[in-house]
């Protein structure tokens, strides 16, 4: 059964420091989407991209922040310059046409010092 | 705006016994999309079941089920012969009909299957 999948699964870095995660989404998907979860709270909308441009975003997703399908399968979040409180639980999804359905991978966790 | 509301932070069960959790949602819309994820200890988001607003009829997806009271904005989860691979946090989520693609989560409950 096909998979949405991130790399890597952990990532440590440091206060200042830029990072990107990456996702492959289900192959036949159009939509992409990046969620977070900090630690005991709610997962929460980042951003949706369709079409190789960003069609919706929350207020979380600020300059700091980009999003990017460099090519035909992979699609990455990039964080500028990280801050403590962006230590969270990165999930990206996909969902199709047609379908609502959004699958998501098994998450990036992400911690910075 | 939209809003998810899970009332229930944590609940407990017994193996093979039956367990419903609770959500209610609002909205002024009338197109809508409703689901419940799992969210196991290892952290990946599952999909458990899937309500389309139109529908009346309830969803069913083998031991999973969903009872679905659109006048009273209501989305409970009823899980039967609860298993220990059942224990994990459970989200409900909205998704508003149209062009937006944003799911909106509940805070989640936490449910343990005792053996």
């Known amino acids: 059964e096909p998979e949405v999948t991130q790399t890597p699964s952990h990532q440590v870095t440091q206060m200042g420091q830029e990072v990107i995660l990456r996702c492959v989404p289900i192959?036949?998907?159009?939509?992409f989407y990046w969620y977070r979860q900090i630690l005991g709270q709610k997962v929460e909308f980042l951003v949706s991209f369709y079409n190789n441009e960003i069609s919706e975003k929350s207020e979380i997703f600020d300059d700091q922040f980009s999003v990017e399908r460099p090519d035909g399968s992979n699609f990455t979040l990039k964080i500028r310059s990280t801050k403590l409180e962006d230590s969270a639980m990165y999930f990206c999804a996909s969902s199709g046409r047609i379908d609502r359905l959004q699958y998501f991978g098994p998450g990036t966790r992400l911690l910075v010092l | 705006a939209q809003t998810v509301t899970q009332s229930q932070p944590e609940m407990s069960v017994q193996e093979a016994e039956t367990v419903t959790l609770s959500c209610t949602y609002d909205?002024?819309?009338?197109?809508?999309?409703l689901f419940w994820y799992k969210q196991p200890p290892s952290r990946q988001m599952i999909l458990v079941i899937r309500?389309?607003?139109?529908?009346?009829q309830n969803a069913t997806e083998n031991r999973f089920s969903v009872n679905f009271q659109k006048a009273a904005k209501s989305f409970s989860l009823k899980i039967s012969d609860s298993q220990l691979g059942d224990t994990a946090m459970y989200f409900c989520a909205f998704l508003r009909g149209g062009a937006t693609n944003k799911l909106i989560f509940g805070t989640g409950t936490l449910l343990a299957v005792q053996p």
């Open positions: 909205t002024s819309e009338s197109n809508y999309y």
């Open positions: 192959s036949n998907h159009l939509y």
């Open positions: 309500q389309e607003a139109y529908k009346q």
